[in-house]
């Protein structure tokens, strides 16, 4: 997830502070993934380091308004165009965690294996459930958190079904 070019992709609609940006981005992700104030913050002033964004000003409350720059208007124009890059995928806890387990002497892998699938299990009727109760058509801030609640739920169903694999290896080695 990069926190940067959403905040860029925000701050393309209008000038904000860092409360607002924060406020934005949790409000349209679904609320699924919690921002830190001082991750904001830190991040601000790297896009602002980095030229991309400038302040536009400060309210009586000393709170600093942000906006783009032509540097970052283009950054976020060449976002929407291009592409999340797969290539280098992010590290992920379970698989690591899993081959470690297969690989380490002692461990007894496939309960490690077993352990994790009733997890995800767990988490995918959670997920599952909280989507039944939405309402239908979903739209704006239930929309935001249908979709992900869509991509929650197929990683979720595709972990389950690595992890089958896994422990079917495991079993046959």
């Not at 602002?48 to 970052?72: H, I, M, P, Q």
């Not at 299990?121 to 459930?129: A, D, F």
């Amino acid at each position: 997830m990069s926190v940067r070019q959403s905040l860029l992709a925000i701050l393309a609609e209008g000038e904000q502070y860092g409360y607002q940006l924060r406020h934005e981005f949790e409000l349209r992700t679904g609320r699924t993934w919690p921002i830190n104030i001082g991750q904001v913050y830190t991040t601000l002033n790297r896009l602002v380091r980095d030229g991309l964004v400038e302040e536009a000003g400060r309210k009586d409350d000393g709170s600093v308004n942000y906006r783009l720059t032509y540097a970052g208007r283009e950054e976020v124009d060449q976002w929407w165009r291009s592409a999340v890059d797969r290539a280098t995928p992010n590290r992920d806890e379970v698989a690591i965690k899993v081959a470690l387990a297969a690989t380490a002497p002692g461990v007894d892998a496939i309960s490690v294996v077993q352990r994790q699938k009733a997890e995800t299990l767990r988490v995918l009727q959670g997920y599952t459930k909280e989507k039944r109760a939405m309402p239908h058509p979903a739209q704006g801030d239930d929309l935001a958190r249908l979709l992900v609640l869509d991509s929650l739920i197929f990683s979720a169903e595709a972990e389950a079904r690595w992890l089958d694999l896994v422990e079917q290896r495991l079993r046959a080695r």
